[in-house]
């Protein structure tokens, strides 16, 4: 197993394994409800998305894999994405501003794509809000913040999303931060596992809706 910054050449197969594993959390298909019915725009926007995440004008975000190479053969079993943000403010200063790869995708086609629920993605956007105003208010830029993390359903617990984990939080530990996350239920009991503590909860819901997902703001911060 291998365990590496992905890069542009490897958006194809990065968005197949998207594509294949994301279903599987819970605020996916409540965002993304109608993906079956436009799979042409779920797949469009999905790579849209991973395409700006992996490209260098984005350089506050970076994708990291976990791999398995066999007679050449590069299978992805895990892929996080990290916000990276607090070493480009150090380094610039109150002047530098974030250029957003979601803020993009939406002002080239995303705002009107055909598989999602508007709705929905706004109830999405403003729990992660309500989350950064936690990390915000506690730690300021003092974090790195784990943006997405998933493991393919046939490579279940074998440790593989814990290996990505392990990569942001030893970079908390040497940088002298804290990690953070936005975690579903489904998320939530690996980051337990491993230290994280809620901060409070960040519900997905939209107004005059039953139907809701459940979201934690979750910090873990190193031991001295």
């Given at each position: 197993m291998n365990s590496r910054k992905a890069?542009?050449?490897?958006?194809?197969?990065?968005?197949?394994?998207?594509l294949e594993t994301m279903v599987e959390d819970p605020a996916w298909p409540y965002r993304?409800?109608?993906?079956?019915?436009?799979?042409?725009?779920?797949?469009?926007?999905?790579?849209m998305i991973w395409r700006n995440f992996l490209d260098d004008d984005y350089k506050d975000w970076i994708v990291r894999i976990?791999?398995?190479?066999?007679?050449?053969?590069?299978?992805?079993?895990?892929?996080?994405v990290w916000n990276i943000s607090y070493k480009n403010k150090r380094k610039d200063g109150i002047?530098?501003?974030t250029k957003n790869?979601?803020?993009?995708?939406?002002?080239?086609?995303?705002?009107?794509?055909?598989?999602?629920?508007?709705?929905?993605?706004?109830?999405?956007?403003e729990s992660g809000a309500l989350c950064n105003k936690h990390f915000e208010k506690n730690y300021g830029d003092r974090r790195?913040?784990?943006?997405?993390?998933?493991?393919?359903p046939g490579h279940l617990r074998r440790g593989y999303a814990t290996d990505l984990c392990n990569w942001g939080m030893n970079v908390a530990h040497e940088e002298g931060l804290v990690c953070t996350v936005q975690?579903?239920?489904?998320?939530?009991?690996?980051?337990?596992?491993l230290g994280f503590t809620d901060l409070d909860e960040c519900l997905i819901q939209v107004p005059g809706e039953q139907e809701m997902i459940e979201c934690w703001a979750m910090v873990w911060i190193p031991k001295p």
């Open positions: 890069v542009l050449s490897d958006l194809e197969r990065i968005v197949n394994f998207v993304f409800k109608y993906r079956t019915e436009f799979p042409d725009d779920h797949r469009k926007y999905t790579e976990m791999e398995e190479v066999d007679n050449g053969k590069h299978t992805i079993l895990a892929v996080s002047e530098y501003t790869p979601y803020d993009d995708m939406t002002k080239n086609g995303g705002a009107t794509r055909k598989d999602a629920d508007p709705g929905r993605i706004e109830a999405f956007r790195i913040t784990l943006q997405i993390l998933g493991t393919h975690a579903t239920y489904l998320g939530r009991r690996l980051y337990k596992k």
